[in-house]
């Protein structure tokens, strides 16, 4: 079983529209919880971390759901700039375990 | 600051090749991964280090595939021979375990692109 799935998506959404991602993961242990951001043949960079509490950054909102070992992230508003992928991130010790991430392409 | 360096930024070579990847973490960061990343399985770890000593060296494909760091500003993956299948993206990421920088948070240089022929 893998440590953290994602729907791969592609997600096409036009501008302004909400959209949400999910992911889970399979151990409880695990730590700490983020969502990174990927564009096209770039690298991975911090999006957000996610909290029990949820946390809201600007039109980003992620929370996490410990007893489900659920993760999401909810884009609103969606800008053209917003096209990339999205990657969940669990951290289990010293490990980081990346999902596959989901890829949002956002239309004119 | 500076963050993570990786060279080369492209390499293409032949099958049987030795391959050498450089990466130099952020300064003061105290550990260094190194991931592969393909279409089909993604982001996986294949070694990480700390404080300059290998902890997890699990995710190493196969003995081709060696890493070192052999002081906290540099670190190298080689693969020897090279193989077709051993084409992706290799990152290089390292990390500060506390301080002013959020807990956890990965830095992740710009990746070296290897094809294999």
């Known amino acids: 079983r893998k440590e953290v799935e994602q729907d791969p998506g592609p997600f096409n959404v036009p501008e302004g529209a909400t959209v949400a991602f999910n992911c889970t993961y399979s151990?409880?242990?695990?730590?700490?919880f983020f969502w990174y951001r990927q564009d096209c043949r770039k690298e991975p960079k911090l999006l957000m971390s996610?909290?029990?509490s949820g946390n809201e950054d600007g039109r980003f909102t992620a929370q996490l759901n410990r007893a489900s070992q659920y993760i999401s992230l909810l884009i609103r508003d969606s800008k053209l700039s917003d096209s990339a992928t999205y990657l969940c991130?669990?951290?289990?010790?010293?490990?980081?375990?990346f999902g596959t991430g989901t890829s949002l392409t956002v239309i004119p | 600051d500076a963050g993570v360096i990786q060279s080369p930024r492209h390499e293409v070579t032949e099958m049987g090749q030795e391959v050498t990847l450089r990466c130099k973490p952020i300064?003061?960061?105290?550990?260094l991964f190194w991931y592969r990343q393909t279409m089909m399985r993604g982001l996986e770890l294949l070694i990480y280090?700390?404080?300059?000593?290998?902890?997890?060296d699990s995710g190493m494909p196969e003995d081709r595939f060696s890493a070192k760091m052999p002081n906290a500003s540099f670190s190298t993956l080689k693969i020897q021979p090279s193989e077709p299948r051993d084409s992706a993206v290799y990152f290089c990421?390292?990390?500060?375990?506390?301080?002013?920088?959020?807990?956890?948070?990965?830095?992740f240089g710009e990746g070296s692109r290897l094809t294999v022929l």
């Open positions: 151990n409880s242990a695990s730590q700490s």
């Open positions: 996610v909290y029990s």
């Open positions: 991130v669990v951290r289990t010790g010293n490990q980081f375990y």
């Open positions: 990421a390292s990390r500060y375990m506390s301080g002013r920088f959020i807990p956890g948070e990965l830095f």
């Open positions: 300064s003061g960061h105290d550990y």
């Open positions: 280090f700390n404080n300059n000593v290998p902890i997890d």
